[in-house]
């Protein structure tokens, strides 16, 4: 059972790894700086227990406790239990979910493993916005894509903005980076994906009429300067996804929501 620690000072070192998370310069989940990966409420912190991502410690309201102490029964950490003032003044606002769990990042999947069994996988490019990016994942989650592959300016999937956006499906959908970013993208064609490229261009079929593979890779760009032509030209096809007239394009979590609804309609 996890052991409930009674946190009332806010200069406890023990709740050292979830303070200041709104100062930029000292965040702990940065990739660069004390490699944290964290989890804000409920429903994210369970999706965590059930990840490959395991939780060294908790901190969070007593309701918070009482909500998750079965769910913890069996696991040897501690849940650090403050009222709702002391954790606002610990973390550096008011978090309204009132619990957070953080564990160490596993290191980074390999490439080549991570695809060698998968049927659809989405590929992203520039696509830097992390809500977009925690959006992206809970599409992906819900749609049936096996994996996440990163080419290259992306932001950080392990974002605190960006797990939470993802309902904690960031944890559970697995990732990896493409090596090499475009000339990567040949690995997948000759692991016997169809590396379909997202555009709005007019004269491009719909994605509809393009999926034919048996394994696919749907590629995504950033929202505005979208897929570079480096990127398109490495795909097999580029493929739109029809719209009216006087929209060229979609937010790029939804135009992905809409293209792996595709695959699924259509395998």
Known sequence: ???VVEVDS?????VDDFRDLKAAD???DRPGGRGLVIAEGTVVVRRMLDSPFRPHALLGVDKRWRELAAELAGLDIPFYRASAEVMAEV????LNRGVLAVAHRPPERDFAELVADA???????????????GAMFRNAAGLGVDAVLFGERC???????????SMGHVLRVPFARVPCWP?????LRRGGFQVIALSPDPDAPTLAAALTGERVALLLGA????????AMAASDVRARIPMSAGTDSLNVATAAAMAFYERVRAS
Do not use: I, K, Q
């Open 223 to 230: 929202e505005g300067p979208g897929l570079t032509e480096e």
């Open 26 to 28: 000292r965040r702990p």
């Open 91 to 94: 973390v550096g606002f008011h």
């Open 119 to 133: 049927a659809t996988v989405a590929v992203l490019e520039g696509v830097n916005d992390h809500e977009n990016l």
């Open 1 to 3: 059972m996890a052991v």
């Open 183 to 187: 000339d990567g993208l040949g690995e």
């Open 10 to 14: 806010v200069a406890d070192p023990r």
């Open 155 to 165: 932001a950080d999937p392990l974002y605190r903005r960006s797990v939470r956006v």
